[in-house]
């Protein structure tokens, strides 16, 4: 039994009805989302960051009330306002509380399952609503002062908030729940776009008319309503409600483990990059097999191609403006750089739990690793090449020096590199 | 402690390999096997069989060298002292396709590449994957994983094979055409090593058995032999020897 959970007395049942259940589970939510919450943030992080942060915005929106708006704040389009809000609400999103053990026997008892959901729509709701007042009240100094909003107008205007960010998180919920992979991305996008769009028009054209504001706030609360209702008599969608639930439990644990652990990946049978398994070499034999391998495994890779293209982007940039004695200089921190990332990337490769259980020859490896090495650097060597060139000698004389430059870095620099990289490794 | 794995020449010319584990675990004290000692004759096919967590897995791992805690002597004879090991969980490189899967294995066991070209096409018509020779392993059912690990183990044309629980996800089609390539290598002149817990289609296949309980060597031998040991009549299965002795 979970810790702190009360023992009920004998004769009765621990979970008495959907509400024990949804409590046990609510519970536990917290008790994660506070432990990921306690994980980055010890006494000294309290002490030197939460604190002082939390006091000085205190202050500083103390400031905005009592000593005016910064003067910035003039030059602010009114559309600033909603586009900020819509960020907000574009966060909002449903948990139904719905795990996949209620597969087991929970689902059977429609009283329970729709007991749990019922209250799982009411948390959620209640934390967008929390939510979306809380960036309002942010807000709300810039919306009085700029925009000389009223009390009536203000509070018109959360409500029309929240609903929206009801009414956008159930859209969501529902599109997201019935499809999946394209069909469902091609979906949200006019069905978050539209009450995104609406909530921006109704902003800028009816913020001073409280009276229309509340109208269309009345319409949104019909609106989700209703969408409860659809929800609720939905059948079929038990895997997507847990997947979705899930998604949004951990959303705060991947934020705070983003930088520290890599996304998983998205599973994927088709390949778009070298899609009939073709042989990069002419040669058959061994090393080149594992060469070629190797390089589809490269640029098969979204995240490598990503970085790929990234530092690519970020050197050929680099490369343009400075005087030729930099750019030789930059020319050669690129090529160790990336050639030192590949060499790892290689390393990575060989260490994989497939391909180390197979018998390589030491010998087959090392030639191997330097056709891999060298072909994955020609896409980035081409490119830096004619950067290099063209911004030097012009387009004339450039194309000239394009091929022995190509030559000189691509066979001589990689090569002279990398053994420096491997004799280092050995070491 | 410490594991010897030789490419022995000087072993019995009819034995594949010979296992004596004098004891091997996880680490952390108390090992999970010990006292298991046996041989895998040219086309033989011997079975390990036990409940499960009795250390069937932990066997293979040992004889692989695959645990840090191991004192024993595994010898790996044939003619060319290899060995094809397919796992009971799948195991496969995301970014490559089936067929690079294939030539990649081929590759490193220096398989001819006209012969390779001709096997793996074989190997791709018998498990039914032609249709699957470019995709990506990540996307394939359970099964086809299975077949695709089954594939990669028959292209090497090892000495010996070590199978871990083979049957698991395989559909009766591939069961059937599994079994044949195993009889077919059998009569090559290559042994079989292979835990599972399938009793009906092991007592049709296995030429012997091992029996592990509590991470110990409870049987040996022949179905005869295991009779005998579990003190069942002679027509009593290999299920029912299991049941007695377990």
């Given at each position: 039994m979970e810790g702190g959970m009360k023992v009920k007395p004998r004769?009765?049942?621990?979970?008495?009805g959907a509400g024990d259940l949804f409590w046990r589970r609510l519970k536990e939510y917290i008790r994660s989302q506070a432990s990921v919450f306690r994980s980055i943030s010890d006494w000294t992080v309290w002490l030197y960051l939460i604190i002082p942060g939390v006091l000085l915005s205190a202050r500083l929106y103390y400031e905005l009330w009592v000593?005016?708006?910064?003067?910035f704040s003039e030059a602010l389009p009114a559309g600033i306002f909603p586009s900020l809000m819509l960020l907000i609400i574009y966060r909002a999103g449903i948990i139904l509380?719905?795990?996949?053990?209620?597969?087991?026997?929970?689902?059977?008892?429609k009283r329970f399952m729709s007991g749990i959901m019922l209250r799982g729509a009411i948390y959620s709701m209640t934390m967008i609503g929390i939510m979306i007042t809380l960036g309002f009240v942010v807000l709300l100094p810039f919306l009085v002062?700029?925009?000389?909003?009223s009390t009536v107008e203000a509070i018109s205007y959360l409500l029309l908030s929240i609903t929206m960010g009801w009414t956008v998180a159930w859209t969501r919920h529902l599109v997201s729940v019935n499809y999946i992979g394209w069909r469902r991305t091609l979906l949200l996008i006019p069905t978050l776009g539209l009450p995104c769009f609406l909530y921006t028009q109704v902003s800028l054209l009816w913020m001073d008319e409280p009276q229309w504001l509340l109208v269309v706030s009345l319409l949104l609360v019909f609106t989700v309503i209703l969408l409860i209702r659809i929800r609720l008599k939905m059948q079929g969608t038990f895997m997507n409600d847990v997947q979705e639930d899930n998604k949004l439990k951990i959303r705060f644990t991947s934020l705070i483990l983003t930088q520290a652990v890599d996304k998983p990946r998205a599973t994927r049978?088709?390949?778009?990059?070298?899609r009939s398994s073709p042989?990069?070499?002419r040669s058959r034999s061994a090393d080149r097999r594992l060469a070629g391998a190797a390089v589809k495994a490269l640029f098969r890779n979204p995240q490598h191609r990503l970085l790929y293209l990234q530092f690519t982007g970020v050197c050929l940039l680099a490369m343009i403006w400075p005087p030729v004695i930099i750019k030789c200089i930059l020319l050669l921190a690129t090529y160790i750089l990336f050639t030192y990332w590949h060499y790892r990337y290689w390393i990575s490769f060989l260490n994989d739990d497939w391909i180390s259980l197979l018998p390589w020859p030491e010998e087959i490896v090392s030639q191997a690793r330097v056709f891999a090495i060298r072909t994955m650097l020609i896409p980035f060597s081409v490119i830096m090449s004619i950067a290099f060139s063209i911004s030097w000698l012009d387009l004339g004389w450039g194309w000239v020096l394009l091929i022995p430059l190509l030559m000189i870095t691509l066979y001589g620099l990689t090569s002279y590199i990398l053994v420096f990289v491997t004799l280092s490794n050995h070491k | 402690m410490a594991i010897s794995i030789d490419i022995n020449d000087?072993?019995?010319?009819?034995?594949v390999l010979e296992v004596s584990i004098e004891e091997a675990g996880?680490?952390?004290?108390?090992?999970?096997?010990?006292d298991i000692c046996f041989q895998v004759r040219k086309g033989e096919l011997l079975g390990i069989i036990g409940p499960n967590g009795a250390g069937k897995s932990t066997t293979i791992k040992a004889i692989l060298g695959l645990l840090k805690h191991v004192k024993a002597k595994v010898s790996i004879g044939g003619s060319s002292g290899t060995y094809a090991y397919i796992p009971e969980q799948p195991i496969f490189y995301?970014?490559?396709t089936l067929w690079e899967h294939l030539d990649l294995a081929a590759a490193a066991y220096e398989i001819a590449y006209e012969d390779f070209v001709e096997h793996a096409e074989e190997l791709l018509t018998g498990f039914g994957m032609s249709q699957s020779r470019?995709?990506?392993?990540?996307?394939?059912?359970k099964g086809m994983k299975q077949k695709m690990m089954l594939m990669i183990g028959f292209l090497?044309?090892?000495?010996?094979y070590i199978v871990?629980?083979?049957?698991?996800?395989?559909?009766p089609r591939a069961t059937k055409d599994f079994l044949r390539l195993l009889e077919e290598e059998r009569e090559r002149g290559a042994g079989v090593l292979m835990s599972t817990h399938v009793l009906d289609t092991a007592e049709k296949i296995c030429d012997t058995f091992i029996m592990i309980s509590d991470g110990k060597m409870v049987a040996q031998g022949t179905l005869e032999d295991i009779r005998i040991t579990a003190g069942q009549?002679?027509?009593?299965s290999l299920f029912e020897c299991f049941d007695r002795l377990m």
């Open positions: 004769g009765d049942y621990q979970f008495r000593e005016g708006l910064p003067s509380f719905v795990q996949e053990g209620d597969v087991l026997f929970i689902r059977m008892a002062q700029r925009l000389d909003m049978t088709k390949t778009w990059v070298f042989y990069l070499y | 000087e072993m019995d010319l009819n034995l996880y680490g952390g004290g108390t090992p999970c096997i010990s995301e970014d490559l470019d995709l990506l392993p990540a996307g394939f059912s090497a044309k090892p000495d010996i871990d629980e083979p049957f698991i996800g395989l559909d009549p002679d027509e009593a």
